[in-house]
């Protein structure tokens, strides 16, 4: 390819609205040969189980504006795309989307294959319930992704999701509420190296969070982020994981409703989170062994017009694709 066809290509691809809409503009291919990062979305939307169900559109909403996303990593010096063979896996098929608990069975069916081969996946959800089909694959003892141990977690969220003193969340079991605590439970966390960060959501009982102590889990709430400050957060966030294979989950509500307003559980009781704290935050586990992320709660139909929430899910997304990148990186 000559040097104006590259150019010509180059700024084609960099327009949203033009071609066919892949997240970051990665290929579409779901073959795990030759593969380090898959690029996963995941449209489910009964794992919450409220009235606002609309979470199963995020991927699309996210690989319709993908292309206007960085392709390059300042701070890091690295451009991921140059360093690894990332693909975008497409979409898990659900054809029982009203079914919670088979939907959950067929995100397992889908990423055992992907762990099978080592690869690491980034998805876009989907509400936070995806996680536990996720982990329920690519962790604990048959895992080649984490050689047999448990995942740690670190979790980003204005909710623990670890509900276990409910039999269910409006019918549903694995639910968003539930997955932090059956993960742990069936032995696929290890919540005595996991930390959940942001959590400032609805109090409506004053012992809300004794439910992830109980389970081992260590907690930075807002207000004790924003008294220790980011430097002390991220000392915490690393000596708590240290050298264990970690997954990065972000629940988009852990952000301030001015940043992220198209959510499907909005908190804006308490400030949460501004960009430049998630962002330093992420990249303070440069370095650690990240088997995977993903990023959840999208809700496009109430986003703003610009789509500013689908956009800051796709900057969290490269933050997780370059955190894998730099440190897995096996292109020549």
């Given at each position: ?27 579409h ?11 996963v ?40 795309w ?21 939907c ?12 099978e ?31 047999g ?70 907690i ?7 008294e ?16 264990s ?19 499907s ?6 400030e ?6 998630v ?25 703003a ?28």
């Amino acid at each position: 390819m000559d040097k104006k066809t590259r150019d010509n290509a180059a700024m084609m691809n960099g327009l949203y609205w033009w071609g066919v809409p892949t997240l970051f503009r990665c290929p579409h291919n779901p073959e795990t040969e030759g593969c380090d990062i898959a690029l996963v979305g995941v449209p489910h939307s009964t794992g919450n189980g409220t009235t606002q169900r609309d979470q199963h559109l995020g991927p699309r909403a996210v690989r319709n504006i993908s292309a206007q996303g960085r392709r390059g990593h300042l701070k890091f010096g690295i451009s991921p795309w140059e360093m690894c063979e990332i693909r975008d896996f497409g979409d898990v098929p659900l054809p029982e989307a009203n079914n919670n608990e088979q939907c959950i069975e067929r995100i397992t069916d889908f990423y055992e294959i992907i762990a099978e081969s080592g690869v690491r996946p980034i998805s876009i959800g989907g509400d936070h319930s995806i996680t536990g089909g996720i982990l329920q694959a690519i962790a604990g003892p048959k895992s080649k992704l984490t050689g047999g141990e448990k995942a740690v977690l670190v979790h980003f969220d204005a909710h623990t999701d670890a509900f276990h003193q409910l039999d269910h969340f409006l019918g549903a079991v694995k639910s968003a509420a539930h997955w932090a605590s059956y993960l742990v439970r069936d032995g696929f966390v290890d919540a005595s190296k996991s930390i959940q960060v942001g959590i400032r959501g609805n109090t409506r009982t004053l012992d809300w969070l004794n439910s992830s102590y109980e389970l081992g889990y260590e907690i930075i709430t807002k207000d004790q982020y924003d008294e220790y400050g980011v430097e002390k957060c991220i000392e915490m966030i690393q000596e708590r994981v240290g050298d264990s294979p970690i997954y990065v989950t972000f629940d988009l509500d852990c952000l301030d409703v001015t940043v992220a307003p198209g959510v499907s559980n909005l908190e804006p009781a308490i400030e949460g989170f501004k960009m430049p704290d998630v962002l330093q935050m992420l990249q303070g586990l440069r370095g650690k062994n990240v088997i995977g992320g993903d990023v959840v709660c999208l809700m496009p139909t109430v986003d703003a017009p610009n789509q500013i929430t689908a956009h800051v899910a796709n900057a969290i997304m490269f933050e997780m694709v370059c955190l894998i990148a730099d440190n897995i990186g096996t292109k020549p």
